[in-house]
């Protein structure tokens, strides 16, 4: 028969040893995601309380049904259904009389047919899950052997059915909070995205509009003009596209040995042109120990590019005319201060790649975001994201980025590098039928 039980006091429940039930209880509140979380509650509740089938059942407003979450040893086609028919179920009973439910006569009872149809039940239990005084569900467990639940079996579900529900909330606020820091990150770059290429498509439409009229009047050095400012447009939204392509996604170094002096000649020379305009000189200083490292090319050409050009676009912004450039590259070891500073941890040797400049410097407010992803102090010249790539990729190496600024005196940022030895095949010398 049916056996109902009202909230009461805990003072007047039969408790299981406590031990159990508060192992039990820290557990559930140590995980916070919710698929997880329903599995870990009703394996523990069915274990404690040696049950063969059980479910945990969430009310959905949307539909209107009770949706099970989770289940362990019931009938396939009920588990595939994944919702339970409210009308006529106990979960049904409990939720409309916010009372737990012992049925031990499942088969005998006229009330509660549906269950037992086509199901060996001798016993059953059901507790309503509530928290913030309503009820969000149920949590049902079953014997399908002859031995049947007891009074103290069913406050024991009920003290874990409370402990359940609050780390369920817990796990469904943690989840909103998730959502909405990633809608506001989405709408954020969006927004931020949208003004880049907004200010890049002004600038084509302007050359675009220069070239028209230059070709009307056939006034070929404005046509030049305009060309060039088509160009430059361009070229900025092929470096926000490749900076987002970066940013977006992880990735394994495709480390090579890479000869470090030829890397920065390649980035010295697709920026020659800006530097030039912007009357800047590039110089290199290279120490023989650290003219070779075991990284991904592609990566460190990247991160160079982009520090190298931001560099000359704060020496361009200088009151000075003209101004420079330089890459310096050394070796250290792992009680260098520049590398105790950025890297707690670290061990062994590590590659230095200073981009210094002799721009106006940064202020020390402005230090703090300067890796933070479309935060730029170029306006409407800048994507915002250069930065964060190129710490992005030296952390993907194992090392990070770091600058030293002092306003009127310029700039260092610093690529940390941890030396790793390339593998024992590319370290061999080749053979001399290799070499013929």
């Avoid at 467990?141 to 874990?160: S, V």
Wanted: charge should be positive; hydrophobic fraction near 40%; aromatic fraction near 4%.
């Amino acid at each position: 028969m049916p056996s109902s039980k009202a909230k009461s006091p805990l003072a007047h429940m039969h408790f299981k040893p406590l031990p159990s039930l508060f192992r039990i209880c820290v557990a559930m509140g140590s995980v916070l995601n919710l698929a997880k979380l329903l599995k870990l509650i009703l394996r523990l509740t069915m274990k404690e309380l040696r049950a063969q089938q059980g479910s945990v059942l969430l009310f959905d407003k949307t539909s209107d049904q009770l949706k099970m979450l989770a289940s362990r040893g019931m009938p396939a086609e009920i588990a595939k259904r994944g919702y339970l028919p409210r009308k006529g179920s106990i979960a049904e009973w409990v939720i409309k009389h916010d009372k737990p439910l012992l049925l031990n006569d499942v088969r005998g009872s006229k009330q509660f047919t549906s269950i037992a149809t086509k199901r060996p039940i001798y016993s059953s239990m059901c507790v309503p899950l509530r928290a913030h005084g309503r009820v969000i569900g149920t949590i049902n467990i079953t014997r399908t052997r002859p031995e049947r639940f007891t009074d103290p079996d069913l406050d024991t579900l009920t003290i874990l059915a409370s402990q359940a529900a609050v780390s369920i909330e817990n796990a469904r606020l943690d989840a909103e909070n998730m959502q909405t820091a990633r809608l506001a990150a989405i709408g954020q770059t969006v927004a931020a995205i949208s003004h880049c290429t907004r200010n890049m498509l002004v600038g084509l439409k302007g050359g675009a509009g220069i070239i028209e009229l230059g070709s009307k009047n056939q006034d070929w050095k404005m046509v030049e003009h305009g060309w060039g400012l088509v160009k430059r447009g361009t070229d900025r939204i092929t470096l926000l596209v490749n900076d987002m392509l970066n940013f977006s996604k992880e990735r394994t170094p495709a480390r090579a040995t890479v000869d470090l002096t030829r890397v920065i000649h390649e980035v010295f020379t697709n920026l020659s042109e800006m530097a030039g305009a912007a009357q800047v000189r590039l110089s290199t200083r290279v120490e023989a120990a650290a003219s070779t490292l075991y990284a991904d090319p592609d990566m460190l050409h990247r991160a160079l590019l982009n520090l190298v050009m931001n560099a000359i676009d704060a020496v361009r912004e200088n009151l000075r005319e003209g101004g420079q450039v330089e890459v310096i590259a050394e070796r250290v070891d792992a009680d260098s201060p520049v590398v105790r500073r950025c890297l707690k941890a670290a061990h062994g040797q590590f590659e230095l790649i200073h981009v210094r400049d002799s721009g106006p410097g940064i202020p020390p407010h402005l230090l703090s975001d300067l890796f933070q992803p479309f935060s730029s102090s170029k306006g409407s010249k800048g994507t915002g994201l250069g930065l964060a790539v190129t710490q992005k990729i030296a952390r993907e190496h194992g090392g990070d980025v770091t600058v030293e600024s002092v306003v009127g005196q310029g700039t260092d940022f610093t690529i940390i590098l941890p030396v790793v030895a390339p593998p024992a095949e590319e370290q061999s010398p080749p053979s001399e039928q290799e070499v013929s």
